[in-house]
């Protein structure tokens, strides 16, 4: 039983800032990469910020210098820090961890979290 709680969306100004966050409970093993992806309406979803369970982080072009990921690995929890928010940003937010156990690798979802951002 793996689940992902996501929480810390809504509504905003553009050049706010909000802090997402997801917490993996249940049969998590090693969580070697946490990351989260966004979708918005008639788009596929797309990689936002991904990071590995040594710190490494990747970001899309679009939210580089504006989004910082960061984790809590004690916690399992993966937090997405937006600012400068633009409303090009608004969409559902998903996090999303990689689990490897002896060479098998699931992958979980969080329930999506909904970002909008006012011009």
């Known amino acids: 039983q793996v689940q992902l709680v996501e929480s810390g969306g809504g509504l905003v100004q553009a050049g706010g800032s909000l802090r997402l966050s997801c917490a993996a409970s249940?049969?998590?093993?090693?969580?070697?990469?946490m990351g989260w992806y966004r979708q918005a309406p008639g788009k596929q979803r797309e990689l936002v910020a991904i990071?590995?369970?040594?710190?490494?982080?990747n970001y899309a072009d679009a939210v580089k210098g504006r989004f910082t990921i960061s984790r809590d690995n004690a916690k399992n929890t993966v937090y997405l820090q937006m600012s400068s928010l633009k409303p090009e940003d608004t969409a559902v937010y998903y996090c999303?961890?990689?689990?490897?156990?002896?060479?098998?690798?699931?992958?979980?979802w969080g329930q999506g979290t909904q970002v909008t951002v006012s011009s």
């Open positions: 999303n961890v990689r689990d490897v156990r002896g060479g098998v690798a699931e992958n979980y």
């Open positions: 249940g049969s998590i093993f090693s969580s070697n990469l």
């Open positions: 990071i590995t369970s040594g710190g490494s982080t």
